[in-house]
């Protein structure tokens, strides 16, 4: 069984510019999350998806993080523009279902200058 | 609202020798607890996973953990180091009505030394 996929694996980029990474999850796993990983911390999810439905993105910047998944399949989460503090890896994971196991992608890790 | 807190970012141990990662939760609902496990420029990877059965959990690769109510502790142990464990561990709380959504600490990092 294939894994969850995350492209690209690495991006730099300047401040103000724009960025956007992409989820493919486990074949059939409705649920699918977006978390922020920061040097030293631990993972902070960002947004939730039940299939194309947001469930829950309280922690998600809306002035500059967009996600979307549109058709409950894969996902893509935007940053514009983006700042020096959104250096971090971002996570990918999905789930079979609400609260169940979820499996991660490798991440994509994000360098802003 | 759900909080957990690692004590020590780092930990070394020698190979051989017991490993024990401290985590301690705090929770106004019966928590799930989870110990993920992350190696350099990977995801994570679920190691064991607490959802309110035994209280004595067995993962993958040796550990486990107890769940301790009474302290709110969910502490990682395996009895004998190997250096391969080298890698960041993280503990993670959720619970029924989260939906699923990780609360995770803050990562301790274990070193193995030959």
């Known amino acids: 069984e294939a894994g969850v996929a995350q492209s690209p694996r690495y991006k730099i980029i300047e401040k103000r510019q724009s960025v956007a990474f992409w989820c493919n999850p486990i074949?059939?796993?409705?649920?699918l999350y977006w978390y922020q990983q920061i040097l030293g911390q631990g993972p902070k999810l960002l947004i939730q998806f039940q299939n194309n439905g947001v469930v829950d993105d309280s922690q998600l910047p809306k002035d500059r993080f967009s996600a979307e998944r549109l058709k409950g399949v894969d996902s893509t989460l935007k940053i514009q523009p983006a700042k020096l503090e959104d250096s971090a890896v971002y996570l990918c994971?999905?789930?079979?279902?609400?609260?169940?196991?979820?499996?991660f992608g490798p991440g994509t890790r994000l360098t802003v200058l | 609202a759900q909080s957990v807190t690692q004590l020590g970012s780092h930990v070394s141990v020698s190979e051989g020798a017991l490993v024990l990662l401290r985590c301690n939760y705090s929770s106004s609902v019966p928590p799930y607890l989870f110990w993920y496990v992350q190696y350099p420029n990977q995801g994570l990877q679920l190691l064991l996973k607490y959802t309110s059965a035994a209280t004595l959990v067995k993962g993958i690769n040796g550990f486990e953990a107890e769940f301790k109510k009474s302290e709110t502790s969910f502490h990682l142990t395996k009895p004998s180091a190997h250096m391969s464990d080298a890698a960041e561990y993280f503990c993670a709380v959720s619970s029924y009505n989260q939906g699923g959504k990780l609360i995770f600490g803050q990562g301790t990092e274990l070193s193995v030394k030959p």
């Open positions: 994971a999905s789930s079979l279902e609400r609260g169940n196991e979820q499996f």
């Open positions: 074949s059939g796993h409705a649920t």
